[in-house]
DNA sequence: CTGGATCCGCGCGGATACTG
DNA sequence: CAGTATCCGCGCGGATCCAG
């Protein structure tokens, strides 16, 4: 992502342009398959592995393990080996990621409120395709 | 109905699983590159197509078609087309659009409050690594 | 101006095997 | 149990050309 001058800038603006860079890095960072559904797993409480892996669903371990790597590096998460055996490793949220889980959070309300929204949206949708393909002109 | 608990349930039985279904499912629709940016610059108000595209950044035209065909087919965006030459498309959040923009804000909210905090956890995991590299067995 | 169509590289993410 | 290593298909996303 090579830092090109003027990509965003406007005359005028509304002048959050140096705010974006950070908004578009966090989406970045965000924007995978797991990464908010294993973040609001561990809202609930520290995990271990394999439970994180089997409350999380069809993840495979690289990408849990890949994606709880990437949230240690962003400070979300932390990782807590004990050196037994078996050995156990725990994870769960620091203060950042307590934080996060807010506005995470707010996303996961809204999708659970707003589901039956968004299937009556898209029925509308495919139904008005129909429509203009069944009228090509008038 | 009011405030709807057990979004969040305990640790050990969660219960909420069809609740995951959707949540998943709004994830996958907003986790690619560029969803959530453009529904914030489309919360600032309706915006033509190469408008959108220059106030999005360096995003392809392809790009932003495909995602803003997305976001109609979601009920995110409506899409106004006026039959003149040249032809004008405007793009505009819908109502549900913009109940949606206010999840959207929190995490942008958020993005730019924590930034420091990101960076500076980076920067304390990687000393850490080095570290731990440095010691490899004792 | 607003896209659709096509080609293509690259990296995400799954499957499997192996290690400590 | 908690990962790493390797292979690989597939689809995202960029570039370019073309059309209405």
Redesign the interface.
């Known amino acids: 992502m090579a830092k090109?001058e003027g990509?965003?800038r406007?005359p005028g603006n509304?002048g959050?342009t140096s705010?974006?860079e950070?908004?578009?890095?966090?989406?970045?960072r965000?924007?995978?398959?797991w990464t908010?559904?294993v973040v609001?797993v561990l809202?609930?409480?520290p995990?271990r592995f394999n439970a994180l892996r089997r409350?999380v669903?069809e993840i495979s371990q690289k990408m849990l393990a890949s994606t709880l790597r990437e949230l240690?590096?962003?400070?979300?998460v932390s990782r807590t080996v004990t050196p037994v055996t078996p050995p156990q490793v725990e994870y769960a949220l620091?203060q950042?990621g307590t934080?996060?889980l807010?506005?995470?959070?707010?996303?996961?309300?809204?999708?659970?409120?707003?589901?039956s929204?968004?299937d009556?949206?898209?029925a509308?949708?495919s139904k008005r395709r129909a429509n203009e393909r069944a009228i090509p002109s008038r």
């Open positions: 090109q990509t965003l406007k509304h959050d705010q974006c950070h908004i578009s890095r966090l989406i970045a965000i924007s995978d398959k908010l559904l609001r809202g609930r409480g995990c409350e669903g240690e590096e962003n400070g979300f620091t950042l934080d996060f807010k506005p995470v959070q707010s996303i996961a309300d809204w999708a659970i409120r707003n589901s929204r968004m009556a949206a898209r509308a949708y």
